[in-house]
Antibody
C-alpha cells in the first residue's frame, strides 16, 4: 500500500526558507486520480491545509499562505516538496504530507509528520 | 477561527453513542461539498474514518458513521470504546477562498 514519509530540517532560523520533502513509496505519484497535499498542525492546535500539487505540476494553495508557499513535484524521484519562505515562530508546527483523492477531496493516506521549529 | 465549527469536547461512557457536529456555511458544506472526518490519536498522524459524508474506508469499524444535512454534518460513534478517545476533525472544500480545503477546529472525545 502507498506510504508517505516527510523529511527535512527540524530547525529553521527566522526569515529563512523552510524546505520539506515527501517521498511516496508503494505506488507512483503519476498514477493519476490524486493530488499531493501538505498540511500543518501548530502545537496543541488544529489542522491547517497548506496546498496541493498534481503530478503534472498544477497547484492550489491556501490563500492565507499563498504568497510564501511553493509546492513542487519530482516524478523521477516519486517525491513532492514544500518551500515556505520568510518563516517566523508562527510557522513552528508539525508538517504532514498526505494523498488527496480527486474524487472526494479527502486525504486518505498520511505521512507520520515532521516537527519544524523556527528559532534562532 | 476555523471555517468549520466543531464543539471543543464531547464525552461518553463505554458502550454509549456520541455525536460530533460540524457546522459550515453556504460556501462549503451548504454548497454541496463533501465532508470528511479524521481521527487523531495522541502523538500520531490523522486517520481518515469517514469520507464523502457517510462512507467508511476499509478497516474502519461500522460503529463509525457520518451524515450531512444543509450546512452541517455529524460523526456518530456507537458502542463507544476506550480506544476511540482521540481528537476528531471534519474537513470540506470552500469555494469562497479561491478554492481551499478547510478543517474544523477539532473535537476532543473523552471516554469516561
Amino acid at each position: 500500500q502507498v506510504q508517505l514519509q516527510e523529511s527535512g530540517p527540524g530547525l529553521v532560523k527566522p526569515s529563512q526558507t523552510l524546505s520539506l520533502t515527501c517521498t511516496v513509496s508503494g505506488g507512483s505519484i503519476t498514477s493519476g486520480g490524486y493530488y499531493w497535499s501538505w498540511i500543518r498542525q501548530h502545537p496543541g492546535k488544529g489542522l491547517e491545509w497548506i496546498g496541493y500539487i498534481y503530478y503534472s505540476g498544477s497547484t492550489s494553495y491556501n490563500p492565507s499562505l499563498k504568497s510564501r508557499v511553493t509546492i513542487s513535484v519530482d516524478t523521477s524521484k516519486n517525491q513532492f516538496s514544500l518551500k515556505l519562505s520568510s518563516v517566523t515562530a508562527a510557522d513552528t508546527a508539525v508538517y504532514y504530507c498526505a494523498r488527496t483523492t480527486m474524487a472526494y477531496y479527502d486525504m486518505d493516506v498520511w505521512g507520520q509528520g515532521t516537527t519544524v521549529t523556527v528559532s534562532s | 477561527q476555523s471555517v468549520l465549527t466543531q464543539p471543543p469536547s464531547v464525552s461518553g461512557a463505554p458502550g454509549q453513542r456520541v455525536t460530533i457536529s460540524c457546522t459550515g456555511s453556504s460556501s462549503n458544506i451548504g454548497a454541496g461539498y463533501d465532508v470528511h472526518w479524521y481521527q487523531q490519536l495522541p502523538g500520531t498522524a490523522p486517520k481518515l474514518v469517514i469520507y464523502g459524508n457517510n462512507n467508511r474506508p476499509s478497516g474502519v469499524p461500522d460503529r463509525f458513521s457520518g451524515s450531512k444535512s444543509g450546512t452541517s454534518a455529524s460523526l456518530a460513534i456507537t458502542g463507544l470504546q476506550a480506544q476511540d478517545e482521540a481528537d476528531y476533525y471534519c474537513q470540506s472544500y470552500d469555494s469562497s477562498l479561491s478554492g481551499s480545503m478547510v478543517f474544523g477546529g477539532g473535537t476532543k472525545l473523552t471516554v469516561l
